[in-house]
């Protein structure tokens, strides 16, 4: 059984910043690619970033790219969002995620296969 634990969320002031960890368990994150979501109030869900499996190739949404960092540590099981730059709109509840790596690669926008419970992040103004 594949579990996602996330961690390091909190509060901080705009143009702080936050690390975001994802230990997983069950499943070696090397082997799946693995990715971030948030979810703010009143909002639909949104993706975040996401690394590739094997090679760890990464993709940020436009509203991340040159603020947030993703990375992974194979010896830990563990993959980052490093935040830098917080804005109040990056208020939201954020979720870890990974599916299965398979050749060929899958496309960014497929589904994922196993969740975490979610870490809350507050930014204030």
């Known amino acids: 059984q594949v579990q996602l634990v996330e961690s390091g969320g909190g509060l901080v002031q705009a143009g702080g910043s936050l690390r975001l960890s994802c230990a997983a368990s069950?499943?070696?994150?090397?082997?799946?690619?693995m990715a971030w979501f948030r979810h703010a109030p009143g909002k639909e869900p949104e993706f975040v970033a996401a690394?590739?499996?094997?090679?760890?190739?990464?993709t940020l949404s436009e509203s991340a790219k040159g603020r947030f960092t993703i990375s992974r540590d194979d010896a830990k099981n563990t993959v980052y969002l490093q935040m830098n730059t917080l804005k109040p709109e990056d208020t939201a509840v954020y979720y870890c995620?990974?599916?299965?790596?398979?050749?060929?690669?899958?496309?960014?926008?497929?589904?994922?296969?196993?969740w975490g419970q979610g870490t809350q992040v507050t930014v204030s103004s």
């Open positions: 690394i590739a499996w094997g090679g760890g190739g990464t």
């Open positions: 069950g499943r070696t994150v090397r082997t799946s690619d």
């Open positions: 995620a990974g599916r299965f790596g398979r050749m060929p690669p899958q496309p960014w926008g497929a589904p994922y296969d196993f």
